[in-house]
């Protein structure tokens, strides 16, 4: 299973959904219908003649009433998570972790996360902690891979080891691939509609139950008593309505959501290599009598975005939102079959064919051996192996502290951005111009000159990996100084005379990151359903690669073909090299970014076969390559593609 | 029947109103908490740094006693205030605190500077010029964070005033916050440091 084909299945799991919740909304109305007509025939059957259970009208009535109430209560939660992964988060009470934090495990934390992102080739994530829970459990939330978010709890900081928080950072990090908390985040507003038919009638009967008594007792009236008795009874009735609505959505939840967190076991061990990380955690979990027990009110809806199991209840088997512990410890380590999570675990016993049936085919597993070629990078997208966790870690500690200490800290950060750039489009020069003083805020010049001393000594290879980690911190700027960083960058590129690849990606991952973080930015709607309607497109980013690989451009351009030449229309060509610059790049890209996921696969595939035609991927190749796959959002991991010498 | 449906239906759609106003004022008061613990990191720093600054300055600056007492003083009253702070950074009285102590720690250590003019030898210490350096950078990234933290309090404040906003936020008890202001106005700038 490669990176599209879980995309597509998230998708198909969310026409499941779909599905069930439409199941769940017409049984609701029914029930309300019935339950009213049996009301009001009992209220108003005078004269007792025959009781009709048919009235098109009330059905119509209650069905649009009902409806708009589930819809509402759907749509309102769907919107106030659009805004990603961290309203999730701090819905549920998480605290951001600072980068440039202190404390030694939330220091921990945010490495392993780093090392993570750079291997996945997507920007680190925002990381919260749950002070208050403290049980072992994490989650991932968003509503794509730019803006997501990880949260651990106290716990899980404190009691797990760094294998083990490796293991739990990877099992998050798949569902992130996997498309799965977009779905996740669906499922929260179904559940949400559904619970408030519930809700509604716990206000009903406590409202009408208050002021219903006290009018019963001030005016004997036997019709007035009778009145609120029959409304506190149609309240009591929504409640039990309200309750098989819920029932509904664990059954959605626990149908869905347990088979994905067995794929999501499996990726995490496949990401490091390491099930005894993984299966160590899932046991001190195990051990604890609470679980992985969340006590925040919200934790019930959001119960299957978790690791474990965030609460207990007497029906575990039918509506668990996870697979036992044991389950789960057993498929990732067979050795350990049959054991109850034990006081004494030891990581010894070897893992042998884990995953004989739920390994995802090729992908990582050819990423740990062989060559560049194109078929190992495409297996790997979305998937991380241990040689690029590896990689991370080598370029993380090749990167001077100074810098990486800088990518932590906002003012920092920004001056690392602009210090970057300045390295990349004019080397080894320490002069700043004119106009950046003018422009940005003195702290910032002198912070970027500062930089400027280590970056001039460093290496072109760093500068993406920096600019992945330093994320988190540029979304603490305000949104004042986001603009003025905006603004930098904009005079920057126009300073700059010739176009820039570096300057180009970086654009693409600011943009992409910070533009959706800092304002409202819809994704584009799927126009492109085959590649035939894309034919200039193509056109414009084959040749903009094939210049890009410096020598045999012809040769790069055919090779970017083969992999798709039954799919385009005719007049694909080499064009000349002013015509495929990175304005027209961009436009293409934009075009490109709104075709369907089996589109965007094929496209990539010819992007791959492109840059290694020759064999030798150029650090051209590379960035440009990171640019295009940012806006088509497919993260190659960085380490499959390593760059040959310029 | 139908004005029993009206009725519910205004009611679901006030309450679904209230809850909207409720999570958002939420939203925007976990920004500006977040945004505090940046300056927060970095105050720490600072506090960090004096003591090794003093250490190093009382070598050379025997007969400057007071002012040195003065720097440590102000500085452990300001971890004090930024202790209170860090918990809750929605508490207007403790934010107003913490301002008020770190320009009284920030005059301090402007007269510390100014002072340390007259001793050469202090000056070309190289434990001090790089002492003051980090010090500066620290101050810099604190007016950086600061400025971020003030303006998502100002969001927040926006927000929490506005009509009806204002009812439910007096009824869910949020109460305004403070701007995080170093007050006086000579001490705003960071202490001029010049070797």
């Known amino acids: 299973m490669d990176f599209f084909e879980a995309q597509d299945r998230a998708k198909r799991n969310t026409k499941k959904l779909v599905f069930y919740y439409a199941l769940a909304v017409t049984g609701i109305i029914f029930s309300i219908y019935i339950v009213t007509l049996i009301f009001f025939n009992s209220q108003f059957n005078v004269e007792g003649g025959e009781v009709s259970f048919w009235y098109p009208g009330w059905l119509l009535t209650v069905s649009v009433i009902v409806g708009l109430i589930i819809a509402s209560g759907t749509l309102y939660r769907v919107s106030q998570l659009r805004k990603g992964g961290s309203a999730v988060a701090e819905m549920l009470g998480g605290r951001k972790i600072n980068p440039s934090t202190t404390d030694t495990s939330e220091q921990r934390l945010m490495n392993v996360v780093e090392e993570m992102s750079i291997a996945s080739g997507i920007s680190v994530p925002d990381v919260y902690v749950l002070d208050k829970e403290e049980n072992i459990n994490a989650f991932a939330a968003g509503f794509s891979p730019n803006d997501a978010a990880i949260g651990v709890t106290r716990g899980t900081l404190e009691q797990l080891n760094r294998d083990e928080l490796q293991g739990v950072i990877a099992h998050e990090f798949s569902h992130i691939f996997n498309g799965d908390m977009r779905f996740n985040i669906r499922l929260i507003g179904v559940l949400n509609g559904i619970l408030i038919i519930h809700i509604l009638g716990m206000l009903i009967t406590r409202s009408v139950a208050f002021s219903g008594a006290g009018r019963v007792s001030s005016n004997r009236n036997g019709k007035g008593g009778n009145g609120a008795i029959a409304i506190i009874l149609f309240g009591i009735s929504l409640i039990v309505i309200g309750y098989i609505g819920m029932l509904f959505g664990r059954m959605i939840q626990s149908a869905i959501s347990r088979q994905r967190e067995y794929l999501a076991d499996a990726a995490a061990v496949q990401f490091t290599r390491n099930p005894d990380g993984l299966a160590g955690a899932l046991n001190k979990i195990g051990l604890k009598s609470e679980g992985g027990e969340i006590k925040d009110g919200h934790a019930m809806e959001m119960s299957h975005l978790f690791f474990a199991s965030s609460f207990q209840s007497a029906l575990n088997k039918l509506f668990a939102t996870h697979p036992p512990l044991e389950e789960r410890i057993k498929a990732i380590n067979p050795a350990l079959a049959g054991a109850k999570p034990r006081r004494k675990f030891t990581g010894k016993q070897k893992a042998n064919k884990a995953f004989s049936s739920t390994e995802p085919s090729g992908g990582g597993i050819l990423a740990d051996h062989a060559a560049i070629t194109p078929e190992v990078i495409l297996g790997a997208i979305g998937t991380i192996g241990r040689r690029q966790v590896q990689a991370a870690g080598q370029i993380m500690s090749d990167i001077p502290t100074p810098l990486k200490k800088a990518a932590h800290e906002p003012l920092s950060a920004q001056a690392l951005m602009f210090a970057v750039m300045f390295e990349a489009t004019a080397k080894q020069s320490s002069e700043l111009p004119g106009w950046f003083y003018e422009k940005i805020d003195s702290a910032t010049v002198k912070e970027t000159s500062r930089l400027m001393e280590y970056t001039k000594r460093g290496d072109r290879s760093w500068f993406i990996p920096l600019v992945e980690i330093s994320m988190p911190s540029l979304k603490n700027m305000s949104e004042v100084q986001y603009k003025q960083f905006r603004e930098g960058m904009e005079e920057l590129s126009r300073n700059t005379k010739s176009d820039h690849l570096f300057l180009f990606a970086l654009d693409k991952m600011v943009s992409h990151h910070l533009e959706s973080f800092f304002s409202e930015k819809r994704k584009p709607k799927i126009r492109h359903y085959h590649l035939k309607t894309l034919g200039h497109e193509l056109s414009v980013l084959l040749s903009a690669l094939a210049y890009s690989s410096g020598n045999e451009t012809e040769k790069a351009f055919k090779n970017g073909l083969k992999p798709i030449k039954e799919l385009i229309p005719d007049g694909v060509t080499l064009l000349p090299e002013s015509k495929c610059g990175l304005l027209a790049l961009d436009k293409a890209l934009n075009e490109l970014s709104a075709s369907a996921n089996p589109v965007k696969k094929y496209i990539i595939s010819s992007v791959i076969h492109c840059i290694t035609a020759d064999n030798i991927v150029t650090l051209d190749e590379a960035e440009l390559t990171r640019a295009i796959t940012e806006v088509l959002g497919a993260p190659i991991p960085m380490g499959v593609i390593r760059p040959g010498n310029n | ?195």
């Open chain 2, 1 to 195: 029947m139908i004005p029993t449906i009206v009725i519910l239906v205004i009611i679901l759609i006030l309450i679904g109103w209230s809850v909207g106003i409720y999570n958002k004022l939420v939203s925007y008061r976990n920004r500006f908490k977040n945004a505090f613990s940046q300056i927060d990191v970095q105050l720490k720093r600072r506090y960090d740094l004096i003591p090794n600054l003093v250490e190093v300055a009382k070598n050379y600056m025997k007969h400057e006693r007071e002012t040195l007492e003065a720097v440590i003083q102000a500085r452990n009253q300001a971890q004090q205030a930024e202790k209170n702070v860090a918990g809750q950074p929605e508490n207007a009285e403790a934010m107003s605190n913490l301002a008020g102590a770190e320009s009284q720690l920030s005059g301090a250590l402007g007269r510390l500077f100014a002072l340390s003019e007259n001793y050469p030898d202090l000056k070309a210490n190289q434990n001090m010029m790089q002492l003051s350096e980090e010090l500066t950078s620290t101050e810099n990234k604190v007016a950086f964070a600061r400025q971020a933290f003030n303006d998502a309090v100002m969001n927040y404040n926006i927000y929490r005033e506005k009509f009806p906003n204002m009812i439910f936020a007096n009824a869910f008890g949020f109460s305004e916050a403070r701007q995080f202001t170093v007050d006086s106005p000579d001490e705003r700038e960071a202490p001029k440091v010049s070797f």
